[in-house]
């Protein structure tokens, strides 16, 4: 029996250790923002990783694609809307307005899945008036205004429509990917 016990311990103690070692599903501070959003919320940027690919205009007078894409890291959330884009340039801020005639879709992205949009734009002549020197473009999601994503614009000037204020550009609604 004495064999029995010094076992008997060892058991109880690995046991202890075990229930000590599981998660409870709480949170700590690197994570909250990710796991306090409730399932099917709001889409948060900061829960989203975000990668940019273009398919630049060559010349003025061309038009070109600039394409983001955004992986949920976080609890399944919902986009209503369309992204709000906004250029940057030395002289201001102009807002990009969405597709003619395009209508938003609600769209739900489990985590790990993906979404894109697309800004289209037309190329300016560097240096004219008739052009927006974009330096950088932000963008913000439905439901989230205040957060918003700096985009470095390496894609040369914007041409103005009529050579007034507003671009000549567009975004696109949300393009679901994946499953």
Request: proline share 5%.
């Amino acid at each position: 029996m004495r064999t029995l016990a010094p076992l008997a311990l060892a058991s109880t103690l690995a046991a202890a250790l075990l229930l000590t070692a599981c998660d409870d599903g709480g949170t700590t501070d690197g994570d909250a923002k990710k796991t306090d959003r409730k399932a099917g919320s709001a889409c948060a940027i900061g829960d989203l990783g975000v990668q940019v690919g273009a398919g630049a205009a060559p010349a003025a007078g061309d038009t070109g694609n600039v394409t983001v894409t955004l992986t949920n890291q976080g609890t399944p959330c919902t986009l209503e809307g369309f992204p709000a884009v906004n250029l940057v340039a030395g002289d201001g801020t102009t807002s990009v307005s969405p597709e003619p005639g395009a209508k938003a879709q609600p769209l739900t992205l489990g985590k790990g899945a993906t979404t894109s949009f697309t800004i289209t734009y037309v190329r300016g002549e560097a240096g004219s008036a008739k052009s927006l020197a974009v330096r950088k473009a932000s963008f913000a999601l439905p439901g989230a205004p205040e957060d918003t994503h700096d985009l470095t614009w390496s894609y040369g000037d914007v041409a103005r429509k009529g050579g007034g204020g507003a671009v000549e550009a567009s975004v696109s609604g949300f393009e679901s990917s994946g499953d």
